[in-house]
């Protein structure tokens, strides 16, 4: 196995700028994941450290090989695609033994190397079949143990799963961990699926604009995001943020003030997740939450609403809890968790982090 580092890496489409200058290690064994919407940039990274595609500047290390300027074959990697890429005409065995074929590996080490792939798997009973014949989870299987199969230095994978429906997607999910924990390589995970990356990588970077915003782990890049956008993309409802104002160092919140970081200014912007808002006792301080749409999903309702000045929030509250009638229009005394609190300054980066 062996580590990536991509340092001061680049690109350019004539005049469009895909990349800028982005730095990444990812460690021997670890499971990296580039996070982001479409166009941010991370299947241009991934297909550089691949080289299927040549940096504007910087270089892209395999350990402590430097492979910029190397072909793919060269790399000692392996990808995965979205779109299988399995090919029809070959039975899985000869699908799992392709690249093995292609390095003229032999007969012994071709049957050992499909049989240990494809058992890590669990295809060992379609061996015989064609792609036309297998589900799409099946041939997203297949597709990764012909990765695995080579044992790569790294595995590169980009949105793997995303053609595969929900449920599919979730039982593959929990099998991919599994399997990439158990053979050890080192892995870089492309995919706009915040659901995806938190729970399979070690460490998650969140790209924004050709730029990585946050490296970190996942409790890490949910609990502490160190820019707006990485507080709004990462979390299902994404993160409110509410525009305060400041007086004698405190935030205003429709009459609950809370200290904030200095260097401020007269506003700054409070960003909270749903799940850290709870409902006021009484007597207790709290601030008016105007509700405007109930959703009950299972053990929890989303509540969409506005505060502080007709500002749109969410609350995630428990079903089970002692509530009031949640018909639009009611207003609600809402309290938040002071402890998670994330102050974001009018450049967008976190004015600090919490403890």
Same mark, same amino acid.
């Given at each position: 196995?062996?580590?990536?580092?991509?340092?001061?890496?680049?690109?350019?489409?004539?005049?469009?700028?895909?990349?800028?200058?982005?730095?990444?290690?990812?460690?021997?064994?670890?499971?990296?994941?580039?996070?982001?919407?479409?166009?941010?940039?991370?299947?241009?990274?991934?297909?550089?450290?691949?080289?299927?595609?040549?940096?504007?500047?910087?270089?892209?290390?395999?350990?402590?090989?430097?492979?910029?300027?190397?072909?793919?074959?060269?790399?000692?990697?392996?990808?995965?695609?979205?779109?299988?890429?399995?090919?029809?005409?070959?039975?899985?065995?000869?699908?799992?033994?392709?690249?093995?074929?292609?390095?003229?590996? $032999?007969?012994?080490?071709?049957?050992?190397?499909?049989?240990?792939?494809?058992?890590?798997?669990?295809?060992?009973?379609?061996?015989?079949?064609?792609?036309?014949?297998?589900?799409?989870?099946?041939?997203?299987?297949?597709?990764?143990?012909?990765?695995?199969?080579?044992?790569?230095?790294?595995?590169?994978?980009?949105?793997?799963?995303?053609?595969?429906?929900?449920?599919?997607?979730?039982?593959?999910?929990?099998?991919?961990?599994?399997?990439?924990?158990?053979?050890?390589?080192?892995?870089?995970?492309?995919?706009?699926?915040?659901?995806?990356?938190?729970?399979?990588? $070690?460490?998650?970077?969140?790209?924004?604009?050709?730029?990585?915003?946050?490296?970190?782990?996942?409790?890490?890049?949910?609990?502490?995001?160190?820019?707006?956008?990485?507080?709004?993309?990462?979390?299902?409802?994404?993160?409110?943020?509410?525009?305060?104002?400041?007086?004698?160092?405190?935030?205003?919140?429709?009459?609950?003030?809370?200290?904030?970081?200095?260097?401020?200014?007269?506003?700054?912007?409070?960003?909270?997740?749903?799940?850290?808002?709870?409902?006021?006792?009484?007597?207790?301080?709290?601030?008016?939450?105007?509700?405007?749409?109930?959703?009950?999903?299972?053990?929890?309702?989303?509540?969409?609403?506005?505060?502080?000045?007709?500002?749109?929030?969410?609350?995630?509250?428990?079903?089970?809890?002692?509530?009031?009638?949640?018909?639009?229009?009611?207003?609600?005394?809402?309290?938040?968790?002071?402890?998670?609190?994330?102050?974001?300054?009018? $450049?967008?980066?976190?004015?600090?982090?919490?403890?």
């Amino acid at each position: 196995m062996a580590s990536i580092t991509i340092e001061r890496v680049a690109k350019s489409f004539g005049e469009v700028q895909a990349l800028a200058e982005v730095n990444l290690t990812v460690a021997d064994g670890e499971f990296v994941a580039l996070l982001g919407p479409s166009g941010c940039g991370k299947t241009t990274l991934l297909r550089i450290i691949a080289g299927l595609e040549a940096q504007s500047r910087g270089r892209v290390l395999i350990g402590e090989r430097d492979v910029s300027d190397l072909p793919p074959r060269k790399r000692g990697l392996a990808m995965v695609f979205q779109n299988y890429a399995v090919f029809p005409h070959l039975t899985v065995f000869e699908n799992v033994a392709f690249g093995l074929r292609m390095a003229k590996a $032999d007969k012994a080490r071709v049957l050992a190397q499909v049989e240990k792939a494809a058992s890590l798997l669990h295809i060992e009973g379609l061996l015989k079949r064609y792609p036309a014949q297998l589900s799409g989870g099946q041939r997203q299987r297949v597709a990764v143990a012909r990765a695995l199969a080579v044992e790569p230095a790294v595995l590169l994978m980009d949105e793997p799963l995303s053609n595969l429906d929900a449920l599919l997607r979730l039982e593959m999910r929990a099998e991919l961990k599994g399997v990439l924990a158990q053979a050890g390589t080192t892995t870089l995970y492309v995919t706009h699926d915040q659901t995806e990356a938190m729970g399979l990588a $070690d460490r998650i970077a969140v790209m924004h604009g050709g730029r990585i915003e946050q490296v970190g782990t996942p409790s890490d890049i949910y609990d502490r995001p160190r820019t707006r956008f990485v507080g709004g993309f990462v979390g299902n409802p994404p993160m409110n943020f509410l525009d305060l104002p400041v007086r004698d160092g405190k935030a205003d919140l429709g009459g609950m003030t809370f200290p904030v970081p200095a260097g401020s200014g007269s506003q700054v912007l409070l960003g909270l997740r749903g799940e850290d808002i709870v409902p006021a006792s009484e007597g207790e301080p709290g601030f008016v939450f105007t509700l405007r749409v109930a959703e009950l999903l299972g053990p929890q309702f989303l509540l969409t609403g506005s505060a502080a000045g007709g500002q749109p929030m969410r609350v995630v509250l428990p079903a089970g809890g002692t509530l009031p009638p949640l018909t639009p229009g009611t207003d609600l005394r809402l309290k938040p968790d002071v402890a998670r609190l994330s102050w974001i300054g009018g $450049d967008g980066i976190a004015l600090e982090q919490r403890s």
